[in-house]
């Protein structure tokens, strides 16, 4: 993970890059087992709701009591 940035309509994203190649959603994939790794749920916690041919993405992640901070830990 290489931090976060704040878009022109002042939307936060995270800036994650993967190794896999963005081909057959092998890179979606890694995307989002990483994310379950990092926040500690499920692979099915994490679901890719937006941009599955684009460099943004929307990710909806499974709420639990400890979410926020286990975000903000990420961006420590």
Excluded: C, H
């Amino acid at each position: 993970m290489t931090g976060e940035f704040i878009d022109e309509n002042g939307d936060s994203w995270l800036k994650i890059s993967v190794k896999a190649v963005p081909e057959k959603g092998k890179a979606n994939k890694e995307l989002l087992a990483f994310l379950a790794k990092k926040l500690k749920v499920a692979k099915s916690s994490v679901e890719l709701i937006y941009g599955q041919t684009d460099r943004y993405k929307k990710i909806m992640i499974e709420n639990t009591p400890d979410m926020a901070q286990k975000i903000e830990g990420l961006l420590k």
